[in-house]
């Protein structure tokens, strides 16, 4: 009876946990590892395990680092059963083949340039048919599944998005019982549409996400919310340009459009344009309209006075490319596009053409993965790389912490207070190493319970209850020697390289004289 961690260990991304109980393998989640480019190099190398041995897959929601490689384990010959809520089996028919266009797009495009170059072609992680055999293996289930004699799940609300689930899981081998919860994501409470958390009492095993694990938000009510995003529209528009919103085309841009209509009809902002570009959210939110029983007070409330939480004559949603394209030139509007992390997307182009406009607004409302174009320009990047081009960032970067689907450090410290028992351990994951050490401290200072940190590769043995087996070439706790960290650095070398780029041709333009300009070079291309 084990767990075996592959993924959102020293990261936020690639969920993918392992679990073997009797003669039974199954997976909790299987997700896309997101980031910097060695990060998602990952996603390109073999499973650590066969997936023609692994029985099931249970997914906690239909992001798609927790659900992005179910195609790539298809293709790779899984054929079991994966096991969603319905409203995440109804996602993820949209969310996979999206991703799977996403893959075979944008590797054409690099298959383009490395033709130019001289380097082989690549091939896509996976493609449109691989998408299409994974969506006739999902099973959409109301609240419980079993797996053979050995396992019995149980799917609870995790507050994080339409249909997200914590997980407890019953696992039974040679007469012995042990009760593990997977925690999923954990949304923060008052947050639009959907519910807040469930809570549970007691369980031998948890493992938590920590995604914030280290950060304590500003607490901001839904009034505070929307008087923030009142104030940076007027703002936005006041000064002309168009209001950028990279936005995750599941939850958070059903959560905008929901503030959006109450602004409106509110007049506390003006009737401007709102684009949706993005196919995807489009199709999520036809999901999200499906499961009106699954909405919060507020969203229900909305629903009952307006009949759609979601319409609105000033909302306009683009299907074709030519539809996004022929935004560039315009002004004035307010335009959600994803991926919310910048990382991939129709948000690029928009990026492209609004980024060195000093009248546009650039305005993030959700986490941004470290190395992510997102990232660097919260953290004040002033030149980025788009496309393989410099643009210089004048616009207005602004940042609304309330739409985070995640709990805070309080959130999470609450969720897990509501526990009485941890009878063996809680495990750390899905968070950065700083993230999940400072939530790790605080589980054992005020609760007391066993808490371990995992990395990546590392196995836990339930019915041992001894310290979990290091991954191999790791130090033991016989206190061998430890090897590189196996986690990727948060910046990595091409970031590195992106970063060097732009200051290269920086000095170039700034430095007049030929001879330091020569001298330079000389030396870097002596070092190489």
Same mark, same amino acid.
Request: some cysteine; proline content about 4%.
């Given at each position: 009876? /084990?767990?075996?961690?592959?993924?959102?260990?020293?990261?936020?991304?690639?969920?993918?946990?392992?679990?073997?109980?009797?003669?039974?393998?199954?997976?909790?989640?299987?997700?896309?590892?997101?980031?910097?480019?060695? @990060?998602?190099?990952?996603?390109? $190398?073999?499973?650590?395990?066969?997936?023609?041995?692994?029985?099931?897959?249970?997914?906690?929601?239909?992001?798609?680092?927790?659900?992005?490689?179910?195609?790539?384990?298809?293709?790779? $010959?899984?054929?079991?059963?994966?096991?969603?809520?319905?409203?995440?089996?109804?996602?993820?028919?949209?969310?996979?083949?999206?991703?799977?266009?996403?893959?075979?797009?944008?590797?054409?495009?690099?298959?383009?340039?490395?033709?130019?170059?001289? @380097?082989?072609?690549?091939?896509?992680?996976?493609?449109?048919?691989?998408?299409?055999?994974?969506?006739?293996?999902?099973?959409?289930?109301?609240? !419980?599944?079993?797996?053979?004699?050995?396992?019995?799940?149980?799917?609870?609300?995790? +507050?994080?998005?339409?249909?997200?689930?914590?997980?407890?899981?019953?696992?039974?081998?040679?007469?012995?019982?042990?009760?593990?919860?997977?925690?999923?994501?954990?949304?923060?409470?008052?947050?639009?549409?959907?519910?807040?958390?469930?809570?549970?009492?007691?369980?031998?095993?948890?493992?938590?996400?920590?995604?914030?694990?280290?950060?304590?938000?500003?607490?901001?009510? /839904?009034?505070?919310?929307?008087?923030?995003?009142?104030?940076?529209?007027?703002?936005?528009?006041?000064?002309?340009?168009?209001?950028?919103?990279?936005?995750?085309?599941?939850?958070?841009?059903?959560?905008?459009?929901?503030?959006?209509?109450?602004?409106?009809?509110?007049?506390?902002?003006?009737?401007?344009?709102?684009?949706?570009?993005?196919?995807?959210?489009?199709?999520?939110?036809?999901?999200? &309209?499906?499961?009106?029983?699954?909405?919060?007070?507020?969203?229900?409330? @909305?629903?009952?006075?307006?009949?759609?939480?979601?319409?609105?004559?000033?909302?306009?949603?683009?299907?074709?490319?030519?539809?996004?394209? &022929?935004?560039?030139?315009?002004? +004035? @509007?307010?335009?959600?596009?994803?991926?919310?992390?910048?990382?991939?997307?129709?948000?690029?182009?928009?990026?492209?053409?609004?980024?060195?406009?000093?009248?546009?607004?650039?305005?993030?409302?959700?986490?941004?993965?470290?190395?992510?174009?997102?990232?660097?320009?919260?953290?004040?990047?002033?030149?980025?790389?788009?496309?393989?081009?410099?643009?210089?960032?004048?616009?207005?970067?602004?940042?609304?912490?309330?739409?985070? $689907?995640?709990?805070?450090?309080? +959130? %999470?410290?609450?969720?897990?207070?509501?526990?009485?028992?941890?009878?063996?351990?809680?495990?750390?994951?899905?968070?950065?190493?700083?993230?999940?050490?400072?939530?790790?401290?605080?589980?054992?200072? /005020?609760?007391?319970?066993?808490?371990?940190?995992?990395?990546?590769?590392? !196995?836990?043995? %339930?019915? &041992?209850?001894?310290?979990?087996?290091?991954?191999?070439?790791?130090?033991?706790?016989?206190?061998?020697?430890?090897?590189?960290?196996?986690?990727?650095?948060?910046?990595?070398?091409?970031? %590195?390289?992106?970063?060097?780029?732009?200051?290269?041709?920086?000095?170039?333009?700034?430095?007049?004289?030929?001879?330091?300009?020569?001298?330079?070079?000389?030396?870097?291309?002596?070092?190489?």
């Amino acid at each position: 009876m /084990k767990i075996h961690f592959h993924g959102a260990v020293g990261m936020v991304t690639g969920s993918c946990y392992r679990v073997e109980v009797g003669q039974t393998r199954f997976l909790v989640d299987c997700g896309m590892f997101q980031g910097n480019k060695t @990060l998602k190099e990952r996603n390109y $190398g073999d499973f650590p395990f066969d997936p023609a041995q692994i029985d099931a897959v249970l997914v906690t929601h239909a992001h798609i680092d927790h659900i992005g490689l179910l195609p790539k384990l298809v293709k790779k $010959g899984f054929r079991g059963t994966i096991y969603a809520t319905r409203p995440t089996a109804d996602l993820m028919t949209f969310m996979l083949p999206d991703s799977a266009r996403i893959q075979v797009t944008e590797v054409a495009q690099k298959n383009q340039r490395n033709e130019r170059k001289g @380097l082989p072609p690549l091939e896509p992680i996976y493609d449109e048919e691989d998408a299409e055999r994974t969506l006739a293996l999902i099973k959409g289930v109301d609240s !419980s599944v079993t797996i053979g004699d050995s396992v019995r799940a149980v799917f609870r609300n995790a +507050g994080h998005v339409l249909g997200s689930a914590f997980i407890e899981i019953t696992l039974t081998e040679g007469g012995q019982t042990k009760k593990v919860v997977f925690s999923g994501d954990l949304g923060a409470k008052d947050h639009p549409i959907v519910e807040d958390p469930e809570v549970f009492t007691e369980t031998d095993c948890l493992l938590v996400e920590s995604t914030y694990g280290n950060r304590v938000r500003a607490e901001e009510k /839904k009034k505070d919310r929307l008087k923030a995003l009142a104030t940076i529209v007027r703002d936005a528009l006041k000064r002309g340009g168009n209001l950028i919103i990279p936005a995750f085309a599941l939850e958070r841009s059903q959560d905008l459009m929901h503030d959006l209509i109450i602004l409106m009809d509110n007049r506390e902002i003006p009737f401007a344009k709102v684009i949706i570009d993005s196919p995807l959210a489009a199709n999520a939110t036809k999901v999200f &309209a499906r499961y009106p029983e699954l909405y919060d007070e507020d969203a229900t409330a @909305l629903l009952k006075a307006q009949g759609s939480i979601f319409e609105h004559p000033n909302f306009t949603f683009t299907r074709s490319a030519e539809d996004s394209m &022929a935004l560039n030139g315009q002004k +004035g @509007l307010i335009i959600m596009s994803a991926s919310g992390m910048c990382d991939a997307g129709r948000i690029k182009h928009h990026l492209k053409h609004n980024l060195w406009r000093r009248e546009s607004t650039v305005l993030f409302v959700g986490y941004q993965a470290e190395g992510t174009l997102g990232r660097l320009l919260l953290d004040g990047a002033k030149v980025v790389r788009i496309h393989g081009e410099e643009v210089r960032v004048e616009a207005q970067i602004r940042e609304i912490t309330g739409y985070s $689907g995640h709990a805070d450090q309080n +959130g %999470l410290m609450e969720w897990i207070g509501s526990i009485n028992a941890v009878r063996d351990r809680v495990f750390v994951v899905h968070g950065e190493d700083d993230a999940r050490a400072e939530l790790a401290r605080l589980i054992r200072e /005020k609760k007391g319970f066993s808490v371990h940190v995992p990395r990546m590769g590392e !196995s836990f043995d %339930l019915l &041992a209850n001894v310290a979990p087996a290091p991954a191999p070439g790791q130090a033991s706790a016989a206190g061998a020697p430890a090897p590189a960290p196996a986690v990727t650095p948060a910046h990595d070398s091409f970031n %590195l390289y992106a970063d060097l780029t732009i200051r290269l041709a920086e000095f170039m333009r700034r430095e007049k004289d030929e001879s330091r300009r020569r001298t330079l070079l000389e030396e870097l291309l002596r070092k190489m």
